[in-house]
């Protein structure tokens, strides 16, 4: 078993933004998703049956290619509470998606061939139970891709927050060689990683600040406890204005299959003068 650091994300805040309603998908995951969905070239097996895990932050507009992508297999959308689900529900139109796109649920009960999951792992409350969560819902062969933020980024928003002496702006994200780790532990097999670098430029201070809110929370365990007023907003729009007005953000992907349980065979124990017995009356 991989021991892996000390977490910084705190868990509570980390599960309300995944029952936050959102009113579309971030343009970041978006993109993200149709890059991922060009790597599906890489995989030889068509999936039958595939989940896709949470479009709502992952990107409703990629549901749509992956449908076109596999139009004969049958889908289902998980999604993290019933309030979000009819929001996919509404979102996904019968003239763009696949009818079987409308089977919307809040507990996976059946097993697939493909499950994709898009930009939701690093704010997952427990990564591990969660890859468990998606290696339990895959048929033996079938196979898992996903994409995630790596440590790099927000890195020039991290620089400007330590040199000012505020608390960090985000909770520390894990390296993707660490993810390939994770993904050993929790039963997968044969991961392949592979990273990239996104750096969004902005006009200004306030339209950097909406794509990040739009991105997510700041859900470090050391965050400013209280709320911030009109001054600290000031403060932040004049501090962000100093710095190249772009965010760097480093982009995981990766992908594993679930091999066929091993069976485990007894261990029998046999002392060096019967092995020696036995060669011997060989």
Known sequence: MTHHSHSTL?????????????????????????????????????????????????????????????PNATCTIFETSERRADQVRQALTPACC????????????????????NMSLHFAANPQHLLAQWHQALDVDG??????????????????????????????LTDMHDWGDRLL???FAEPVMDMEQITLSFNTPERLLQELRSLGRNIHCDRFSALRGKRWHKQWLQ??????????????????????????????????DTMRSMLTSG
């Not at 507990?107 to 697939?112: I, L, Y």
């Not at 996903?146 to 927000?154: A, E, I, N, R």
């Not at 620089?159 to 909770?171: M, V």
């Not at 710095?243 to 594993?256: C, K, R, S, T």
């Open 185 to 187: 532990d929790a039963g």
């Open 239 to 272: 501090a962000v204005s100093q710095m190249p007005l772009q965010l760097d953000f480093e982009v995981v992907y990766g992908h594993a299959f679930k091999p066929a349980t091993r069976q485990v065979v007894g261990l029998h124990e046999i002392s060096l």
């Open 98 to 117: 696949h009818p079987c796109s409308q089977n919307v649920i809040t507990k996976v009960t059946n097993q697939v061939q493909m499950l994709w999951a």
């Open 10 to 70: 705190d868990p509570v805040a980390a599960q309300r933004w995944q029952q936050w309603p959102a009113t579309e998908s971030p343009w970041l995951h978006e993109e993200v998703a149709r890059r991922m969905q060009e790597r599906l070239d890489w995989i030889t097996l068509q999936p039958q049956t595939w989940l896709h895990w949470s479009p709502l932050t992952g990107g409703i507009k990629a549901h749509e290619l992956l449908a076109k992508r596999y």
């Open 143 to 172: 196979f898992l891709m996903f994409s995630c933020l790596g440590p790099d980024t927000l890195k020039e928003l991290r620089t400007l927050y330590r040199q000012s002496g505020w608390p960090p702006p985000a909770h520390e």
